[in-house]
């Protein structure tokens, strides 16, 4: 018979061991077979006699601080500085050509006039100063203690499955998308020709329209030496 499957047949390899040969059946068919099955491999009786080592608790110290933070005579002062200043998180936003793009930004402040106005700064590179280069308006979105996940999430450091905008509720306005349960929101209207701050864009828009929240029950999100923090309003 020949090979079936790729496999000699034993029984074949049986019949052509001569008589009053001294070589036994099984090392003739070892010596035929291209492999063995697993069951009868060296590897599997060097797992069968295996011997498991009993488990032992080592004791495990977590600290505070970072385990990868840059020293402290290796850290910018100007940064530092800036890091003891409690700043508001907001969500700037835009909409354009059938796109919306947003950033999450703690450098802003407002200054009160006629037209009062917003001013902040972004990562030139984001994907809203692309879009605000086509569209005028923009929207300020002042968030809360629990929507954390969607700051990270729109800095660009939290995954956001869909994009940032699937995490939460937005509605549609002439200035832009905006947040549904946020603290309060700006709608405002770029000045042109933008200018640069340091290594980020500087922004500067005529404010248009103001909706707050009369009596928040959630704590404003604010950002101090590099964590989260609440303040009550």
């Known amino acids: 018979m020949g090979d079936r499957d790729g496999i000699h047949c034993a029984r074949t390899s049986v019949r052509q061991v001569p008589a009053r040969s001294s070589v036994s059946v099984k090392q003739h068919r070892d010596r035929l077979l291209p492999w063995r099955p697993f069951a009868e491999s060296s590897c599997s009786r060097r797992r069968q006699t295996d011997v498991i080592a009993p488990c032992r608790t080592v004791q495990v110290t977590i600290h505070h601080s970072h385990p990868f933070a840059t020293g ?41 006039g006629d037209p009062g106005e917003v001013i902040g700064v972004i990562d030139e590179e984001s994907a809203l100063a692309d879009l605000l280069a086509a569209t005028a308006t923009v929207t300020v979105n002042l968030l809360g203690w629990d929507q954390r996940t969607l700051a990270d999430a729109f800095a660009g450091v939290a995954p956001a499955p869909g994009g940032p905008f699937a995490l939460a509720a937005w509605t549609d306005t002439e200035w832009g998308p905006v947040l549904l349960n946020s603290l309060g929101w700006v709608g405002a209207r770029l000045r042109p020709d933008p200018d640069h701050a340091g290594w980020g864009l500087l922004l500067r828009a005529a404010v248009e329209r103001v909706e707050i929240q009369p009596d928040p029950t959630e704590d404003l999100l604010c950002y101090a030496r590099g964590r989260y923090r609440s303040l009550t309003l």
């Open 72 to 112: 402290e005579q290796d850290r910018n002062p100007l940064r530092r500085f800036r890091g003891r200043m409690t700043a508001p998180v907001s969500i700037w936003a835009a909409a354009g050509g059938g796109n919306r793009a947003g950033w999450t930004l703690s450098s802003f402040l407002v200054a009160e």
